[in-house]
C-alpha cells in the first residue's frame, strides 16, 4: 500500500507544536473523542437506524465495514496527526450548528436519510471545529469514506430497473431471440422474466464504489487517476449489471427455462460480479502509482509555539460542540411531545358531487397503502349521465403525524403487488378555483391500465410535491402548529389501446374537490 505526500511536511512552522507541548496535544486529541462520543450518544437512534437497515438489507450490507475502515485509516495517520497544532475553527462550529438544525428538520419531517447523513457528518464538523483545517485536510479520505455507510441509493432503483431491462431486451433482439417488453416485464418464447429490485444491479453498484473508493486511496495518489477509477467503479457494474441479466434470461431461453430461474440465477450473478470486479480492479492495479517517500516533520524554530492555539481555545471549542450537538436533540424531543396523544376517532363521510353518484356495489380497483390509523374514506362514483368509466377515490387524514404514521411514509409496495408502475410525473390540471398540480402515475397489469392522481393537503396547503408536505410538517411541529395532513387519490381503469381518461378524472375533480375541502375545514385542526 502506498503512502500520502505528508502533508505536515508542507505546513508553515507554527503549525506544529514544540515538544513542550504534548500534553496540550494529547488534550486536544481526547477532547475531540469526548466530543465524537458524545455526538454517537446524542444521535444513538440515528445510527441504530443505520445498523438497522445494514443487518436486513444485503444491499446495505457493507456499512458494518465502512465504520472499522475508516477508524483504521484515520489511526494510519495517528503520528502526523498527534504532530499538528490544533487550531479552533469558527467555521466549524457554524457548520456544526447548520448540520443539527438539517437534523432537526429531518427528524421532524422523519426524514431518515437526511438526519443519518447530518448526523454523520457532525463528526468531521467535530473535528474542524477543535483541531482546525490540517487536521481535516489529513483526514480528509478517512471523514468521507464514512459517508458510504449511509444506507443511501433506493432513488436509482427505477432507473437501474429501466437500464438492465432496456439493456436485457436490446441483446436479445441483436441475437435474434424475440421478445415483448411491457415496462419491467418481458416475455419470450420460452416463458416470462421480470427485472425486480434484486436485479436492479444496485447492489453491484454500491459494492463497486466503496471498494473502489478504498483501492483508489491506497493504489493512487494523483487525482487525475483516482478519477478514473471511481469513474470505472460506478460505470462498469451498471453495464456489467445489463450483462449478466442478458446472460442469465439467453441461458433460460437456451436451456428451456431449466437453468437460470432459481437460486442458481443469483449465483450466477455473485459469481459473475466477483469475476468482473476482480478484472476491474487487476487491471486498475496495472497503473498503479509507487508509494511516495514519507516527509520528515519539519524542526521546530524558536516562537512557533506563539501561533499555537492555546489550551483554553481548544476547550472553548469543544464546551461549544457538546453545547451544540446536545440543543437539538433537546429540541426534537420537545417536538415529539404529541406523537402519541390519544385523538377521537373521526369518521370521514362526504357527500356525492354534484352531478356524480356513488356506486356501493362496486369493489375499488385498487387500495393504496398507508401508514398508521388515518381517517379513511373509498367510493366508486359515476357521472348521473352514464357517461364515462367509474372514478375511485380514496382519502386518508391525519389529525397528527408522527413517525410510521403519516402522510409520506416509506412502503415496500407502494402500489400493491398486482399493479407495476410504468410512468410516473407530475400534471397541471386546470379546475373551476385555478390550476393545481396532481402526481400522475400509469399502472399496468396484463392488458390493463389505471390512471392515477394523487395530491396532499398538509397544514391547510395542497401540493403535489412530497418536499414541500414534509417542509410543512417540520415547520409545523417545531412551531406547534397545525399538523392535520390528508392524502386524496382519484384513479380510473382503461384498456392499454384506449386513451388515458383524463377528462373524467378532471370533471370528477372539479366536482369532488370543493365537497372534500368543506368537509376537511369541518375536522379538527388544533396542534
Known amino acids: 500500500m502506498s503512502?500520502?505526500?505528508?502533508?505536515?511536511?508542507?505546513?508553515?512552522?507554527?503549525?506544529?507544536?514544540?515538544?513542550?507541548?504534548?500534553?496540550?496535544?494529547?488534550?486536544?486529541?481526547?477532547?475531540?473523542l469526548l466530543a465524537l462520543a458524545a455526538v454517537a450518544l446524542l444521535y444513538h437512534a440515528t445510527f441504530w437506524s443505520m445498523v438497522e437497515l445494514w443487518s436486513r438489507s444485503q444491499t446495505f450490507a457493507h456499512g458494518f465495514l465502512i465504520v472499522p475502515i475508516s477508524c483504521w485509516l484515520a489511526w494510519r495517520q495517528r503520528a502526523r496527526l498527534a504532530a499538528l497544532t490544533p487550531r479552533p475553527s469558527g467555521p466549524g462550529l457554524l457548520l456544526l450548528g447548520a448540520l443539527g438544525l438539517a437534523w432537526l428538520l429531518a427528524d421532524a419531517a422523519n426524514v431518515p436519510v437526511v438526519e443519518q447523513y447530518a448526523a454523520t457528518?457532525?463528526?468531521?464538523?467535530?473535528?474542524?471545529?477543535?483541531?482546525?483545517w490540517p487536521a481535516v485536510r489529513l483526514l480528509a479520505f478517512p471523514l468521507t469514506y464514512l459517508f458510504l455507510a449511509v444506507p443511501f441509493g433506493e432513488v436509482f432503483l427505477e432507473p437501474l430497473i429501466d437500464f438492465t431491462a432496456t439493456f436485457t431486451v436490446t441483446a436479445l433482439q441483436w441475437t435474434g431471440v424475440p421478445v415483448f417488453r411491457d415496462g419491467s416485464n418481458f416475455s419470450l418464447p420460452t416463458g416470462n422474466w421480470s427485472v425486480v429490485e434484486a436485479c436492479s444491479g444496485l447492489r453491484y453498484l454500491i459494492a463497486a464504489l466503496a471498494l473502489g473508493a478504498l483501492f483508489a486511496h491506497v493504489n493512487f495518489h494523483s487525482t487525475r487517476r483516482r478519477v478514473a477509477v471511481m469513474a470505472a467503479a460506478l460505470l462498469v457494474p451498471i453495464l456489467a449489471n445489463g450483462v449478466?441479466?442478458?446472460?442469465?434470461v439467453i441461458l433460460g431461453h437456451l436451456s428451456n427455462m431449466r437453468l437460470a430461474v432459481g437460486v442458481d440465477h443469483l449465483i450466477y450473478g455473485w459469481l459473475f460480479f466477483g469475476l468482473v470486479a476482480l478484472l476491474l480492479f487487476w487491471l486498475a492495479a496495472r497503473w498503479r502509482e509507487l508509494p511516495l517517500a514519507r516527509a520528515a516533520l519539519p524542526p521546530t524554530r524558536p516562537g512557533a509555539s506563539a501561533a499555537a492555539a492555546t489550551p483554553r481555545a481548544v476547550v472553548r471549542a469543544s464546551i461549544a460542540c457538546l453545547l451544540l450537538a446536545v440543543l437539538w436533540?433537546?429540541?426534537?424531543?420537545?417536538?415529539?411531545?404529541?406523537?402519541?396523544?390519544?385523538?377521537?376517532?373521526?369518521?370521514?363521510a362526504l357527500p356525492d358531487p354534484p352531478a356524480w353518484h356513488r356506486l356501493p356495489a362496486v369493489p375499488p380497483a385498487w387500495q393504496a397503502p398507508y401508514a398508521g390509523n388515518p381517517a379513511r374514506f373509498a367510493a366508486t362514483y359515476a357521472r348521473q349521465?352514464?357517461?364515462?368509466?367509474?372514478?375511485?377515490?380514496?382519502?386518508?387524514?391525519?389529525?397528527?403525524?408522527?413517525r410510521d404514521a403519516e402522510l409520506l411514509t416509506h412502503q415496500p409496495l407502494p402500489y400493491g403487488a398486482r399493479w407495476t408502475p410504468l410512468a410516473q410525473r407530475v400534471r397541471h390540471v386546470d379546475l373551476s378555483g385555478g390550476s393545481i398540480g396532481v402526481?400522475?402515475?400509469?399502472?399496468?397489469?396484463?392488458?390493463?391500465?389505471l390512471l392515477l392522481w394523487r395530491v396532499y393537503r398538509q397544514g391547510g396547503i395542497v401540493t403535489a410535491?412530497?418536499?414541500?408536505?414534509?417542509?410543512?410538517?417540520?415547520?409545523?411541529?417545531?412551531?406547534g402548529r397545525r399538523q392535520d395532513g390528508a392524502d386524496l387519490i382519484v384513479f380510473a381503469v382503461y384498456d392499454e389501446l384506449a386513451p388515458p381518461p383524463r377528462a373524467q378524472l378532471q370533471a370528477f375533480l372539479?366536482?369532488?374537490?370543493?365537497?372534500?375541502?368543506?368537509?376537511?375545514q369541518e375536522l379538527p385542526h388544533g396542534p
Open 244 to 248: 449478466r441479466a442478458y446472460l442469465i
Open 121 to 132: 457528518a457532525m463528526l468531521p464538523a467535530c473535528v474542524l471545529a477543535i483541531l482546525g
Open 510 to 520: 372539479r366536482a369532488a374537490l370543493p365537497v372534500i375541502e368543506q368537509r376537511l
Open 329 to 348: 436533540p433537546a429540541l426534537a424531543l420537545a417536538s415529539h411531545r404529541d406523537d402519541n396523544a390519544r385523538l377521537p376517532a373521526i369518521v370521514l
Open 439 to 449: 402526481r400522475e402515475s400509469v399502472l399496468a397489469h396484463g392488458g390493463e391500465r
Open 465 to 479: 410535491r412530497p418536499a414541500l408536505v414534509k417542509l410543512l410538517l417540520a415547520q409545523a411541529k417545531l412551531l
Open 3 to 32: 503512502v500520502q505526500l505528508d502533508q505536515v511536511a508542507r505546513l508553515p512552522d507554527a503549525a506544529v507544536w514544540p515538544h513542550g507541548n504534548r500534553h496540550g496535544q494529547r488534550q486536544a486529541m481526547l477532547l475531540l
Open 385 to 402: 349521465d352514464g357517461d364515462g368509466a367509474p372514478v375511485g377515490l380514496q382519502l386518508h387524514w391525519y389529525a397528527r403525524q408522527a
